[in-house]
């Protein structure tokens, strides 16, 4: 672009910017959804870099406009063939059509129809991220959309009021831009403040209806009735999170090495497990409850615990569960129970969360009641396809001389823990027995080979097993008091059938080597998961039943409150500072530096601002964009300059008199010529002299400061 020289104003340069942010918060949003392809979002990025550019006078470039309508038509007719045979989803197809016109019209508005059509596709541009988004940095993207919005409101009223012929602006106030920005801040607060009362008075009622039209879902492979070698552990090499899950049973926390079961599989073909048997039972939830039989016995001589797990929208239909559900609370009309005594739903759901009463093993499985394996399932329990011979043998041997099957499946579990360590790298190349590769070859893996290894080896000497995928464990986040549930805590272990104690666990898998540290990331993940946990808990789920809730603990809360209150917080407030200290102690290179960084900012940042302000106004100036408060801008440019030759200009003088005052006639002439285009600037209102001006400075800074003046 090669734009005339214009008069650009504070408030020109400061609607530019948050025109730009606008746009870019609408697009950070539908970006944080997860949703936006690759393609796209570069593409987006670029146009918003270049535009950045060409608002900092970085860059200067030219547009047909027919060129442009070209594009665009051409586009429109592209929509189709996207929504057919590209992405063939309707929504992803509009979402790409919307981020064209972004580009286009972020890289080519001049006019004020172009900047409303800008501010109306950033809206479209929320609006989708609305649709498509369940997290909770929606709400921060919402927040930087509506603090550029008010920015450019208030500069678009500024600048439409400037270009009336009728009225009489003020041009250049001190600090314009501040002042903009303070208003801006304090109406952003303002309607955050007035809003957020209202927002839990209102309950939702119901999730958003639009969301039923994106059909993406994080997808959560090895939790169906199949399973190949090698997808738990690419599943293990995610960090997103799968699910939260909650102890209600006192203030206890989880058991140590608590496993979520999702699957149960019994048949192997050497190089994936899954199950043939596809004969389920259904279940009726009678009041949102399902209640599973259970025996006073198991009661007895089992661990109960209660738990509420939340889990995030995924491809997976399973119920992840600790232990043997006696009562599920669960908000759907019927439950699928496999024949594995595993749990499923028809079909994926969205932010589903139940409640489960359960009891954890002890010593075998809490439903035992005695009884044996039935022939049929005895026999699929020990069905194998034609291995390599070495894998029984190396069973036998290292179960030899041992008595009952429980002795040999310990015997073999302890093995297999001991002798091969853990990895979570993947084989490079794909081999045709991926176990007998693991025990004699690789001889080390992830969990996937560690379980079924034992499954194999148990069913060579005649023990059923079977193979269980889920979770384990999971991180607690002390902030939410739930416990985060990534896809990298994937595991799997063996249920093997033992007389008089029915399907008992067994996990032959070592512990990892390098397990996550608390380091400084892994206490940011736990602040942005505690958020997460806030935006499913207040904004996705609240209803009428959270309201209720949240209004009875503020009355118990009140009803509690004593004269002790003081003791109390300063008690917490030592335990804080105590707490802090100890923080200290641990970061105390990460303070230290932090502390360097501030005093150089405090230091050098006023210098280091004053400079970049000044460089951008006086690209402003090159480029024509000019007000009469740059002349004084470039003025004090021009004394700097003399300045480092020990030229000093008095303040009692006028320019005029100072011209005069320089021993150098070739100094003199220069300064007499600047001055004079000075004043038709900065009192004539002579925009056209604003090149002149940077020319006769370029011309002093070169001539007279490259010799003794």
Known sequence: MNPTPQRWTSADAFFEFSLLGLLGSGYLAVLGSGYLDTPAAVATATGLLLRALYVLGWLQFDHSE??????TLAYVAFYPLDYLYVSRDFLTATVHLVFFLAVVKILTARTERDFFYVKVIAFLELLAASVLSSSANYFLFLALFLFFGVGTFAASEMRRSAARTDSVVRAGQRRLNLRLLGLTVFTVCGILTLTGSLFFLLPRTARAAFQRLVPQRYHVPGFSNEVTLGQIGELKMRNTAVMHARILTGNEMAPQGLKWRGAALTQFDGKRWFNENNSTQVLRVEGGVLRLSSLEDTLRRARRISYEVAMQESTSDA????????????????????????????????????????LLEVDGDPRFTGGLLSPEDRMGNLRLPQLDARIAALAKRVSADLETEEEKARAIEVYLRKTYPYTTELPQVEVPDPVADFLFHRKKGHCEYFASSLAVMLRSIGIPARVTTGFQSGVFNPLSGWYLIRASDAHSWVEVWLKGKGWTTFDPTPPDPNPGAHTLSMRLQLYADALQVFWQDWVLSYDIERQLNLAAKVEQSSRSFQLRWFETAVGDWVKRLKGSADNARQ???????????????????PSLWRYAKTAFRVQRVRRGQVSASDATLLYQRMLDLLHQRGIEKPAWITPSEFAGTMKDPQAAALVGRFTVTYNALRFGHQHTAAPQLVALLDEIEKQLLTRKV
């Open 66 to 71: 027919n060129t442009v309508t070209w594009y």
């Open 587 to 605: 970061y105390a290179w990460q303070a230290v530096l932090a502390i360097v960084l501030i005093t150089v900012m405090i230091v050098f940042g």
């Open 319 to 358: 119920l992840f569960l600790a232990g043997s559900p006696e009562t599920i609370q669960i908000g759907v009309p019927v439950v699928i129970r496999t024949p594995a005594n595993t749990f499923r739903l028809f079909g994926p759901a969205d932010q589903l969360r139940y409640r489960v009463y359960a």
